[in-house]
């Protein structure tokens, strides 16, 4: 095995450097995978672009560790293992859930992982470095699945996200008789309307400004599609519903017009999923909320309990993947992929392939 590899490290906003640098190495309990693609998150481009959430305003909150290896939409194929790790072999398929719970908080103990109070993440730690690199080390505390031999690159570059998506689309607890709206058609979204299809709601809605998401949207299970630049969305929603609104508004974009679209959409006692992350604080009207629909507001956060089974409908095709991987670039190629990833309107999921 070689000593160095390429990797793209984050040093500070704006300064990402493709460098050489020692391949991880691993003791007792850990993985080393050579990283077969790893998805660029929009996350990692809020983050180049030095993103308050990761960056912080004063050393103190500062949530990244800097420098260290981006990336935490990743897999790969297993080759070396440590001690004392069972049910794994030299050539496995293998991805790890995004978060590594420390295992000892008040979260953890109780079974809600994904909020563990330290909130470790791949990518962003020195000690859980990511997947924009040629090997990575999945750690001792990691939640690590198996991937099949025969799903493709652009499949399984997507496990990740579409995790998110099921939980998202969890939360909302669809029934078959509600009217359900998904914000934001990126993968993420994508995911969350083949998801959310397959719960058979009566009525499937997508909202995008770009056109090849509101195409594929449609493809993915979506009954209608809606530019808000060319619609008056809130009121086609009240329209199709009898001047109701609908039933769920899942808010997958991150925009705060998108937010208080959803609130003026949404029915009395209505269900309100926020999962996209917004680059600053944003105003609403929290009269809304409260004193006029009583609407129950829903945070979605990461994908847990998500990956098997996700895995399992990539695998059988009732999770639907065909296009969402739109470009891949080689890692040395990263400035390109990161500018296509912010910029082009055919973009959804840029892949780096080490």
């Known amino acids: 095995m070689k000593e ?12 990402f450097r493709l460098e050489k640098v020692p391949v991880p190495q691993i003791s007792n309990g850990e993985i080393l995978i050579k990283v077969e693609a790893a998805g660029i998150c929009a996350g990692d481009v809020k983050t180049l672009h030095g993103g308050i959430r990761i960056w912080g305003t004063t050393p103190e909150n500062r ?8 990336g935490h939409e990743f897999y790969g194929e297993v080759v070396a293992i440590g001690d004392f790790v069972e049910g794994v072999s030299i050539g496995d398929r293998m991805i790890s859930e995004q978060i590594v719970p420390c295992g000892t908080c008040e979260y953890c103990l109780s079974g809600n992982y994904w909020m563990c109070q330290k909130s470790d993440v791949y ?11 040629e090997y990575m080390k999945f750690s001792k505390k990691g939640i690590h699945h198996k991937i099949p031999k025969n799903m493709t690159m652009e499949q399984a570059v997507l496990i990740e996200p579409f995790a998110c998506s099921m939980h998202a689309v969890e939360r ?9 709206v998904i914000s934001g058609l990126g993968s993420i979204g994508l995911g969350m309307i083949s998801i959310a299809a397959s719960r058979s709601p009566k ?14 949207a449609k493809l993915f299970g979506a009954d209608i599609v809606l530019n808000p630049l060319d619609t008056d969305v809130v009121k086609t929603i009240h329209e199709l519903t009898g001047g109701l609104g609908c ?31 917004f680059p600053k604080a944003i105003s609403a009207d929290w009269n809304i909320i409260g004193d006029t629909k009583e609407i129950d507001i829903l945070g979605s956060h990461l994908g847990p309990y998500c990956y098997a089974p996700v895995i399992k409908g ?15 670039f080689s890692l040395s190629d990263w400035k390109q992929a990161f500018e296509t990833a912010e910029k082009d309107e055919t973009a959804i999921k840029v892949a780096l392939i080490p």
């Not at 160095?4 to 300064?15: E, G, Q």
């Not at 909302?172 to 009217?179: C, L, M, P, Q, T």
């Open 4 to 15: 160095s590899m390429n990797a793209l490290r984050m040093y500070a906003p704006y300064d």
């Open 63 to 70: 949530y990244i560790q800097a420098p260290c290896i981006g």
């Open 123 to 133: 990518g962003f730690k020195n000690h859980l470095q990511g997947g924009f690199a």
């Open 172 to 180: 909302a607890k669809i029934r078959h008789n509600d009217v359900v």
């Open 203 to 216: 009525l499937l809605i997508g909202l995008d400004l770009r056109q090849k998401r509101l195409d594929m």
């Open 247 to 277: 039933d769920v508004y899942i808010e997958a974009s991150g925009n705060e017009k998108s937010v208080n679209q959803g609130l003026e959409s949404i029915r009395n006692l209505g269900r309100f999923v926020q999962f996209g992350v």
């Open 314 to 328: 990539i695998g059988n095709g009732s999770i639907k993947t065909e296009g969402v991987v739109s470009h891949s």
